[in-house]
């Protein structure tokens, strides 16, 4: 039987398409940007970060962990101050405030960095007013562990408030807290925003790191009236500098509760709005600068004709301090990084950390033991602790220099396939490295070190102390090429040379810690030969250190070295910044 086949039926055609004459889906109307906005979207990057390597939420519990240890510490100085006699408790208040507000503003240009997952320049396209993208970073700023632990550690002062003065002066304490926490946080940006700005002009960046070291030798004064007023409970000095400060927005705030103990309404409300202004000033001040200093394109100068040295014309491309070095790859990786050291901007923000070092360590650490009156410096140099105060401070000074290249590679991110391509070895990648920080570090050391010790009386320690610094450096540079290999991790792509990616600022300060902690463990046995040693030969730390440190030094750099011709392809990925 035969099938007759249906007729065929002509289907429907598609329509043309029309192009942009199309009709098109109506948009999404999320209407205009909100400050709460830029809090959710902090939320959801420190969610997303989590996600993935495992290495990353390691770092973040062991920040969570070093965050409460502080937290802790902080509580402990705020509640003691709070707990204090009636007339040092307000000059207490100001200092502990003072130094909170003071520590945001410094920790970040000295040390960690800022965050800056929100960087403006993510936004410049965007139609997001000036106003509310600043509120809304500053929202955003206010997430994270270091916001936590300063409003934990200022609401140690509610614990005398509430003891002596009540419900309602813990509920003053309570809100000076929060306020003094906007204070910290407006401070931090406004005062790094104006920094990156400066920092673009090379003559501006040497300048500013000059006025920031100087400004932390200051401190050290402020901690010696401190010291007095709590040992013999009066100071003529630190009540009237802590009376001042209760009268700015770096301490009103924490102040209140005092007032609010002593029944004086009128000075609560005084000393709140005081914070408040405060604010409101750094808001409007970040405002002016936000734009310029985080959009903005670093000026260059004009071009400099390179004259030929000797008829030697590469060597006119090496520092003067190299060019009796022997020309080879090393040579030029040194000069490479000296030069870095220099011109770049995140680099030369660090410079910073190196000049602290140098000059403020020393200075803090022999003067602030040094202080005091006859029976306590008398009791200082029984305990050992004033006889010991500038190899102290090298142990000190020489771990922190070292400590800048935790994360050496970071600094180069993409760069660094250059020497992928080139096949430098990984060990002379880091020695070059550890070098060109010792050729710019270590003079301003010594100077400082010998200026102290003139300036102290102590030049006695000066062999000792030389010996420590050095073998500190040595130990930390080896444990900083460990770990920039092993736990490398990339910078914002950003013109602010003081940003830091989220979650990195607690990596970086816990990787900092670790190497701190290493490097002081094996420069103990030189701590102890010291005090061990008869002073006839305390000069023999001076080449044992310098041994000691060179050997482990050494050991770092081959170790992190054979690690770093393994893992350059893993490091390259690590340090090359992630973009949206």
């Known amino acids: 039987m035969a099938v007759t086949p249906e007729p065929h039926v002509p289907q429907p055609r598609a329509a043309p398409d029309d192009g942009v004459l199309a009709a098109r889906p109506e948009p ?17 990057i420190l969610r997303n ?79 997001v007013p000036r106003r509310t993208l600043a509120l809304g970073m500053l929202g955003a700023a206010f997430v994270g562990i270091p916001p936590v632990v300063t409003l934990i550690a200022a609401l140690g002062a509610t614990v005398g408030a509430v003891f002596d003065g009540g419900v309602a002066a813990g509920a003053v304490a309570v809100l000076g807290a929060a306020v003094g926490l906007a204070v910290c946080v407006a401070a931090s940006r406004a005062v790094t925003s ?8 090379r003559k501006v960046r040497d300048l500013a790191a000059l006025l920031i070291a100087l400004a932390g030798i200051s401190c050290n004064p402020v901690f010696q009236l401190i010291f007095a007023l709590v040992e013999n409970g009066e100071s003529k000095q630190a009540t009237t500098i802590g009376g001042v400060l209760s009268w700015t927005p770096l301490a009103a705030p924490f102040v209140a509760y005092v007032d609010a103990i002593e029944g004086d309404w009128a000075l609560v409300a005084a000393r709140l709005a005081i914070g408040v202004a405060g604010v409101a000033a750094l808001l409007w001040w970040w405002l002016q600068t936000i734009e310029s200093a985080m959009l903005g394109t670093a000026s260059t100068g004009a071009a400099k004709k390179v004259k030929a040295i000797d008829k030697l014309p590469v060597r006119a491309f090496l520092p003067g301090v190299l060019r009796s070095w022997p020309a080879g790859r090393f040579t030029g990786l040194v000069a490479r990084e000296i030069r870095y050291w220099f011109r770049d901007p995140r680099r030369r923000a660090s410079l910073i950390s190196l000049l602290a070092a140098s000059i403020v360590v020393p200075f803090a650490f022999t003067f602030g033991f040094g202080g005091g009156s006859d029976e306590q410096e008398a009791a200082r140099q029984s305990a050992g602790m004033s006889g010991g105060a500038l190899v102290f401070s090298l142990l000190f000074a020489g771990a922190f220099v070292g400590l800048v290249l935790v994360n050496q590679f970071g600094n180069d991110g993409t760069a660094y396939a250059l020497h992928m391509l080139t096949n430098v070895p990984g ?131 081959r170790l992190a070295g054979s690690l770093l011709e393994r893992r350059a392809p893993e490091v390259l990925v690590a340090v090359t910044p992630k973009r949206a």
């Open 427 to 557: 060990q002379v990648e880091l020695a070059a490295r550890a070098a060109g920080v010792g050729i710019l570090a270590f003079p301003l050391l010594a100077a400082g070190t010998v200026v102290v010790s003139v300036i102290a009386g102590h030049t006695d320690q000066l062999p000792a102390a030389l010996g420590v610094g050095l073998c500190a450096f040595g130990i930390s540079v080896g444990a900083a090429g460990i770990t920039s290999v092993l736990a490398p991790y990339p910078m914002p792509d950003t013109t602010n040379p003081f940003a830091m990616n989220t979650g990195q600022g607690s990596a970086k300060s816990m990787l900092s810690f670790v190497c701190m902690l290493a490097t002081w463990a094996l420069t103990a046995p030189l701590i102890v030969a010291f005090f061990l040693l008869p002073d006839a030969f305390a000069w023999v730390l001076l080449p044992v250190g310098l041994l000691w440190g060179s050997g482990l030094a050494w050991t770092g750099t």
């Open 28 to 44: 999404i109307r999320g209407g205009a940007p909100k400050v709460t906005d830029f809090v959710r979207l902090k939320l959801r």
């Open 194 to 201: 104006a920094f990156a700005g400066m920092l673009r002009s």
């Open 49 to 127: 970060t989590m996600r993935g390597k495992k290495s990353r939420v390691w770092l973040f519990v062991l920040g969570i962990i070093f965050g409460l240890w502080a937290a802790f510490v902080g509580v402990s100085m705020f509640a003691a101050s709070s707990l204090t006699d009636d007339n040092l408790r307000p000059t207490l208040a100001a200092f502990a405030g003072t130094g909170l507000v003071l520590a945001w503003i410094l920790v970040p240009l000295l040390f960690f960095g800022v965050d800056e997952t929100l960087d403006p320049a993510r936004f410049a396209l965007l139609p």
